[in-house]
C-alpha cells in the first residue's frame, strides 16, 4: 500500500484540464448506473460545530476502484495553527478488497472541490457564452485560492476581473502574481456579489448572510452550501445539484428551501443535465444559477484514484507493508 500526502500530490503536480475531465467521466458512469455512493454519516460530539464524516464509494466503468473518504471539519483549528479539514483516503483493489492506497491530503479534497466547479463553469460558459468573466471568491481559505487556481488555469482567455473578500483580510502576496494586475480586494462582500458574474462561497460562516437577490445571469458557485438566506434565491429557477438526497439535508441552503419554500427534487437539475444534456438552454439568459454540491464520495475516489496510478508511474509516495 502506498502512503501520499500534500507533498506528494503538488511533486505529481495539478492538471485541471485532467481533474475536470474525470468528473464529466464520472457523472457519465453515474448516469449509467455503475457507481455506489450510500447516504454519508455525519458523526458530531462535544462542540456541535465539529463534524466528521464517512463517504464510502464505488466508480465503476474503466475506473473500477472503491475505497472511503474520512473527513473531519473543526471550525476553531486555525487557533492552533492546524488546517480547519482533515482528510484521509483509502482505495481499495475491487476484485480482492486489498488496500493499496492510504492519502492524508487536504490538497485532495480541496482539488476534487475545485474540480467539480470547473465542470459546472464550463457546462456555464458553453450554454451562455459570457464576452468575460468577472470572478468573485467569498472566503480565502484553500478551497478559495484553489478556485482561482483553477478559474485562471482553465478559463484565462475570458478572465477579466477577480473580487476576494475575506472577514480576516487578505495579504496581497497570497494572490496569485499572474492575476494581481486583474484583482480587487472588496471591503465587503455586498460589492464582491453585485459586480461579478461568477461567485464562489468558499467561507465556514456560523450564519447565513447573504440576503440579496443574485445579479442577472450569473453563476453561483455554493460551495460553502450555508451561506445564502432561503429569500435571497427562492425566485431562483436553474438551480442545480449533485445530489438531491444528499444536498437536501445537514442544513444545507437547498434544505432550507425545501422547507421554507417548498423547492422539491422534480424543481432541480442535476450535474448530468447540464454537463451532459445541455439542460441550461431551457433557462433564459438572464436566469441566475444556483449550484449546491454536496460533495459525492465517487469524485474524491476518482481523484485519488488518478493520484495513485500517478503515483506508481513517477515512483512517489511510501510504500508500507503488511505484517503476514
Known amino acids: 500500500m502506498i502512503y501520499l500526502h500534500d507533498g506528494h500530490i503538488r511533486e505529481i503536480g495539478i492538471d485541471w484540464k485532467r481533474l475536470i475531465g474525470l468528473i464529466e467521466e464520472v457523472v457519465r458512469i453515474k448516469e449509467q448506473g455503475d457507481c455506489v455512493h450510500p447516504l454519508k454519516p455525519y458523526l458530531r460530539f462535544h462542540d456541535p460545530a465539529n463534524r466528521m464524516i464517512a463517504m464510502p464509494a464505488f466508480v465503476g466503468g474503466n475506473m473500477n476502484r472503491a475505497g472511503i473518504k474520512w473527513i473531519a471539519s473543526f471550525p476553531n483549528n486555525n487557533r492552533l495553527g492546524l488546517p480547519r479539514a482533515q482528510n484521509t483516503i483509502i482505495l481499495n483493489d475491487t476484485s480482492t478488497g486489498e488496500p493499496i492506497a492510504f492519502f492524508h491530503s ?56 477577480v473580487t476576494l473578500f475575506d472577514l480576516q483580510g487578505i495579504d496581497w502576496d497570497s494572490v496569485p502574481e499572474a492575476v494581481r494586475a486583474i484583482t480587487d480586494i472588496a471591503d465587503d462582500w455586498q460589492s464582491l456579489y453585485r459586480s461579478s458574474n461568477v461567485i464562489a462561497t468558499c467561507t465556514v460562516a456560523k450564519e447565513r448572510y447573504i440576503d440579496e437577490a443574485p445579479p ?60 451532459l444534456r445541455d439542460g441550461l438552454a431551457e433557462f433564459r439568459a438572464e436566469e441566475p444559477v444556483y449550484f449546491n454540491p454536496m460533495g459525492l464520495a465517487v469524485f474524491d475516489i476518482a481523484v485519488a484514484d488518478y493520484y495513485w496510478q500517478e503515483a506508481v508511474r513517477l515512483g512517489k509516495g511510501v510504500m508500507l507493508e503488511s505484517c503476514p
Not at 485532495?108 to 466547479?117: D, K, N
Open 106 to 161: 487536504g490538497l485532495l479534497s480541496g482539488l476534487r472541490t475545485a474540480a467539480v466547479s470547473g465542470f459546472m463553469l464550463r457546462a456555464y460558459v458553453a450554454a451562455r457564452q459570457p464576452a468575460e468573466l468577472q470572478v468573485g471568491i467569498i472566503g480565502w481559505g484553500p478551497i478559495g485560492r484553489l478556485h482561482l487556481e483553477m478559474c485562471a488555469e482553465r478559463f484565462g482567455n475570458k478572465l477579466k476581473r
Open 216 to 275: 442577472t445571469g450569473a453563476l453561483l458557485l455554493n460551495v460553502s452550501l450555508r451561506d445564502y438566506l432561503p429569500e435571497s434565491v427562492a425566485k431562483v429557477k436553474a438551480i442545480i445539484v449533485d445530489d438531491w438526497q444528499e444536498v437536501s439535508r445537514e442544513n444545507t441552503d437547498v434544505e432550507q428551501l425545501h422547507i421554507r419554500c417548498g423547492l422539491q427534487e422534480s424543481d432541480v437539475r442535476t450535474m448530468a443535465d447540464v454537463g
